[in-house]
């Protein structure tokens, strides 16, 4: 079945550096993407999000990129802090109500 | 103002017994989501309330899991019969549906435990 998966389970970087957190996704018709993190013991945090008529959306240090060409999708955070320290999700909608999640990525940053 | 709660945060029971989860979202949100995740996984669709109503019940694994929701708030997540399979944390969430895309807000969760 289709299903939306990341490349890495766990990512560890050091404090002040740059992060990107990556997400394969197959069906090539959703046009809605959102990054949500997820700290221990709380429910996932929506991040980011974008639309397939669009490559790239940033925000406050993070930044999305699609590449609808090959279906991936990424998150980079800049300057990474020890408070991002979570496990990220990506997520495609995939009718007008219901998202579909990867497996997450546990990001770890280094002090 | 107050985000999306859900009660209680843990619970603990045995094989076989009743649970019922509660999910209180945000006022004025007209659609509200109910999601299972296992550990170290992501997030399982279960069930989906437009208002009171579920159009959308496909992800519910087995006639075990029924769901309500009444006043166009409060959500009950009831699981029959708990099985040792069915830990896992059990998230609800709700969006204003008021915009074309889907902006979900997550409550804390449930960590469901059948020993």
């Known amino acids: 079945g289709e299903s939306v998966g990341l490349h890495l389970p766990t990512l560890s970087v050091q404090e002040g550096d740059n992060s990107i957190i990556n997400c394969a996704y197959s069906n090539s018709a959703s046009d809605y993407f959102i990054w949500y993190k997820q700290e221990s013991g709380k429910g996932p945090q929506f991040i980011i999000d974008?639309?397939?008529?669009?490559d790239k959306r940033q925000g406050q240090r993070v930044t999305v990129l699609l590449n609808k060409t090959v279906k991936h999708l990424s998150l980079q955070i800049a300057a990474t802090q020890p408070g991002d320290s979570a496990v990220y999700f990506c997520?495609?909608?995939?009718?007008?109500?219901?998202?579909?999640f990867g497996s997450g990525t546990r990001l770890l940053v280094r002090p | 103002g107050a985000g999306v709660s859900q009660s209680p945060s843990n619970k603990v029971t045995e094989k076989g017994k009743d649970v019922e989860l509660r999910c209180d979202p945000i006022?004025?949100?007209?659609?509200l989501y109910w999601y299972r995740q296992r550990l170290g996984q992501g997030l399982e669709f279960l069930i989906y309330f437009q208002g009171n109503s579920a159009p959308d019940k496909s992800g519910l694994p087995s006639d075990r899991f029924s769901a309500e929701r009444t006043g166009e708030s409060v959500s009950t997540l009831t699981i029959q019969r708990t099985q040792q399979e069915d830990s896992a944390v059990y998230l609800c969430?709700?969006?204003?549906?008021?915009?074309?895309?889907?902006?979900?807000?997550f409550g804390p969760g449930t960590r469901l435990t059948v020993l």
């Open positions: 969430a709700s969006s204003a549906r008021d915009r074309h895309y889907n902006e979900q807000f």
């Open positions: 997520a495609e909608e995939r009718s007008s109500y219901k998202l579909i």
């Open positions: 006022s004025g949100h007209t659609a």
């Open positions: 974008i639309r397939s008529n669009m």
